[in-house]
């Protein structure tokens, strides 16, 4: 099992660029998140998917958007970039219930000048 | 909503030696989950220990420890014989039960080990 892996690694992108963050898990599960972590900080909820085709917002969306067109693939989608976005991004999956494993992938750095 | 307390940004001890800390919570939950991680510089997030609330015992993983407060809603994470790997920035987390339930975080504790 990979597990969850997330490409890219690292990002710089220009004011008003888009981008999409790839996140995959192969352990079939349903519940997948992303977190944004700004520096010093701890973790934030940006959206999460409870399976596929369906995705939800979380504490911090604006400027993002999600898709969950399958099991497996939890992309993020940037656009119109802004300085505010420069974090390193988290993808997550959880397995279901009693145990609800989480499993986090690598993270993104990206930076926005 | 819940919301994960940290109250300690930084701490340092010595290699060799035990040290604690300390996470508060705020929840209406009856069932959920608490977690401590920890983040070295690689960035990647690794779960420490884990923790039920509807469960009286203490986790313990090795080295590590917990002390769950269940009506005072505390959650302390005790290292014991800390080691130089021990260095990272450590993150508690609430997860209430059930679906739709994503992990809130606290700020994080940065802890540095010195030889």
């Known amino acids: 099992n990979a597990g969850v892996t997330q490409t890219p690694k690292f990002r710089i992108l220009k004011i008003g660029q888009s981008m999409t963050l790839q996140c995959t898990q192969d352990m079939n599960h349903n519940y997948m998140y992303w977190y944004r972590q700004d520096p010093g900080m701890g973790l934030k909820l940006i959206y999460y998917s409870v399976g596929a085709g369906i995705t939800d917002k979380g504490e911090v969306p604006n400027g993002y958007n999600v898709s969950r067109s399958t099991t497996e693939d939890f992309p993020l989608r940037l656009e119109l970039a802004a300085p505010s976005q420069t974090s390193v991004y988290f993808c997550?999956?959880?397995?279901?219930?009693?145990?609800?494993?989480?499993?986090f992938g690598p993270g993104t750095r990206l930076t926005v000048t | 909503a819940q919301t994960v307390t940290q109250s300690q940004p930084e701490m340092s001890v010595q290699e060799a030696e035990t040290v604690t800390l300390s996470c508060t919570y705020d929840?209406?939950?009856?069932?959920?989950?608490l977690f401590w991680y920890k983040q070295p510089p690689s960035r990647q997030m690794i779960l420490v220990i884990r923790q039920e609330a509807y469960k009286q015992q203490n986790a313990t993983e090795n080295r590590f420890s917990v002390n769950f407060q269940k009506a005072a809603k505390s959650f302390s994470l005790k290292i014991s014989d800390s080691q130089l790997g021990d260095t990272a920035m450590y993150f508690c987390a609430f997860m209430k039960q059930g679906r739709n339930t994503p992990l809130v975080f606290g700020k994080g504790t940065r802890l540095s080990v010195i030889a």
């Open positions: 997550a999956s959880i397995s279901g219930g009693p145990r609800y494993e989480q499993y």
């Open positions: 929840t209406s939950e009856n069932n959920y989950y």
